[in-house]
Structures are given as C-alpha cells and as structure tokens.
C-alpha cells in the first residue's frame, strides 16, 4: 500500500515535468493534453498506424530497438506481414484513427509515452515491444509495469491540479464527470476514476 502511494507521488511529478517540457500554460488551463504531439515534438518519437492485430486486442506497440514486427493485413485480409520498424517508433492501432476514439487514442498514446519514459531502460535489450492490450497478463512484473503506464498515462491526460481546478469551477453542475472527461477528451470510466482517486467524487 504505502509502495503504491509512493509510485503515485511519483508518476504525478514524473507527468508534470513531462507537459511542462513541453507546454507548462498546460498545467493552468483545463484542455486535452496533447500526448501525441508531445511525443513526436519532446521525445521525437514517430507515431505509426497499423492493424496491429487480427482482433483489436492491441491498441498500441512502443518499440525500443530496430525490430522487425508482425502486423495484420486487414485489406488483402492475408494474416500477418512482418515489416521493419525503427527504435522510437509507437505503432498504434488503425482502428483508433476513427474520430468516435479520440479518448482512446489519446489514452494508447499517453499509456505508450509513460513505457517509452519510465521503461526504456527495462525494454532496451530485451528484444521485446511494450504494448498495451485490453487483456490482463498474468505475470506480476507484467502486471506493475502495465499498472505503472496506465498510472503515468492518466495523469498525463489529467494532471491533478488543472483537473481540481476544474472540478471547483463546475462543482454543483449536473454530469460533472461527463464535463471533465469531455474538457479533457478523456473516458467517462477514466475521468471518474481520475476523481476517485483525487478524493473529489466518492
Ligand atoms: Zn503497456
């Protein structure tokens, strides 16, 4: 438990200094946080768009060394093809170039971003990929890596002051969580756990 708090402290110092690299005004003003051009613009990551699976399973993949990649062929419907990908390249999935996803996008891309600062030196190496699945892993390193960018992600798109901020001045209006997610193009699941665990929604 404590272990956990410290990780949070930490995840939220570690997501300030990333948006105030890049834009600290971020900080003040409730907005989306743009994650993937903080990507591309701080970290000069390149951002490319596949299917990265037959069954959407995958939504994102950062990649840390030159690799070569299995992606799904979903036009010619001919399985997997293996291309080449450089190191700092996030492949994320074609399906959330679909404007009905911007919430998801923005959370595969801010997920992926955390690996890429909190896990390189862990990846480097390894020959694996991080990627970001709907399905839980079973092995507990897995599982505290995986915690750690979903942590780093979401408050990345809801730092904690602008999202307080925000909570006092709409405080009282009706579908306040559905306000907040919509200022910071986030889910509604995401927002409202954001709030639970700034202590501002029961
Ligand atoms: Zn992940």
């Not at 990333?18 to 743009?34: K, M």
């Not at 990627?131 to 892993?137: D, I």
């Amino acid at each position: 438990m404590n272990r956990c708090h410290y990780y949070t402290g930490t995840l939220e110092s570690i997501a300030r200094h990333i948006i105030t690299q890049y834009d600290g005004s971020l900080l003040n003003t409730p907005a989306p946080i743009p994650v993937e051009v903080i990507m591309e613009k701080t970290y000069g990551l390149k951002l490319d768009f596949q299917f990265i699976h037959n069954n959407g399973r995958v939504l994102g993949e950062t990649v840390f060394e030159d690799a070569v990649i299995p992606i799904y062929e979903r036009e010619n419907n001919e399985g997997y093809k293996l291309i080449p990908v450089e190191a700092g390249t996030v492949i994320v999935d074609a399906s959330l170039l679909n404007c009905r996803n911007v919430g998801r996008f923005l959370y595969t891309c801010a997920h992926e971003l955390a690996h890429w600062v909190i896990h390189k030196e862990l990846y480097t190496g390894s020959g694996e990929t991080a990627s970001m699945t709907k399905a839980t892993r079973s092995s507990e390193t897995d599982k505290a890596i995986e915690w750690q960018a979903d942590r780093l992600g979401s408050y990345l798109l809801m730092p904690k002051g602008v999202v307080k901020m925000a909570f006092y001045h709409n405080q009282g209006s009706q579908n306040i969580i559905d306000k907040l997610a919509l200022l910071f193009a986030v889910s509604r699941q995401a927002m409202s756990i954001r709030l639970k665990e700034m202590g501002l929604l029961s």
